[in-house]
């Protein structure tokens, strides 16, 4: 194992915050009964939304910052795939049917995905950027929309 350094400190930090997101939709799908092959295009169409976010962020989209590697990549997909994972039990949790409010007593941990739901939603929105996922997401834990029709809308018209 090779330790990578990148001086991407604004993207490094907008990729940890986003994982989490990613991993809570992950765990929604999960808790709804979608199985692995729709985790796949769910993870790498989350790794396209990171992408586009952070070149946006960045405003330089000619950066040779390389968006699969490990500090990117690497940390959406074990959050996402990890059974330990804080967000992706939440989003479980979601996905069956619990509410918010019910999930994080029963956690009785830190979901980050949580707030970083509102930052990236309320970010991505003044600078117009198309996060179906992200946005999906936000909308089950903020606006209280019902998940199963929320991934429902999300797999027939957002994922390829």
């Known amino acids: 194992i090779n330790t ?5 400190v604004t993207g490094v930090q907008y990729a940890a915050v986003l994982k989490n997101i990613y991993a809570m939709g992950a765990g929604i799908a999960h808790g709804l009964g979608y199985g692995d092959n729709f985790q796949r295009v769910l993870v790498a169409n989350a790794a396209g939304e990171m992408s586009r976010f952070l070149k946006a962020i960045s405003g ?14 690497g940390d959406l997909l074990v959050t996402c795939y990890s059974q330990f994972s804080r967000n992706r039990t939440f989003g479980n949790m979601l996905g069956k049917g619990y509410s ?3 999930a994080q ?14 930052l990236i939603y309320n970010k991505s929105a003044k600078r117009d950027l198309q996060l179906p996922i992200a946005d999906a997401v936000y909308r089950v834990i903020y606006e209280n929309a019902n998940a199963k029709k929320t991934f429902k809308v999300l797999s027939d018209h957002n994922l390829h």
């Open 60 to 73: 330089d989209v000619s950066s040779c910052v390389n968006y699969s590697s490990s500090v990117y990549l």
């Open 4 to 8: 990578v350094l990148s001086e991407d």
């Open 100 to 102: 918010v409010k019910a």
């Open 105 to 118: 007593l029963e956690m009785n941990m830190v979901a980050e995905g949580y707030y970083a739901s509102n």
